[in-house]
């Protein structure tokens, strides 16, 4: 765990997402290049297909944000796919967890707001 930096625009807190990977790497003989890609599960609006987050109501985000590209740029290149929050552990919960055990669940995210995946 992380806190957030002060200026919560995209690039600190690209910076913060990035050391938050290093940070696990460390625990760990990885680094990025050793990974073939990131995944990230994301709140509010994501456009799947470019990696953008359209709308986010825990960063005062104006315009859509390239999150993606950004981190990207700053893991030695490699891709990055972005997902809902919910989505992404709900395929967590499919691939690893208890819902691989189940023909259909669903997963219901609360934090700051409410998420169904």
Known sequence: ELPLPADMSPEPVVG???????????????GFLDISAIGIGCPGKIDLVNGI???IANFPWDEPVPLAALISERAE???VYLCNDADAVVAAENWVGIGGKSNNFSVVTVGSGIGLG
Not at 18 to 29: D, L
């Open 16 to 30: 913060k997402l990035i050391e938050c990977c290093q940070r696990a790497f460390e625990s760990t003989s990885f």
């Open 53 to 55: 987050v359209e709308g």
């Open 77 to 79: 290149g490699k891709p």
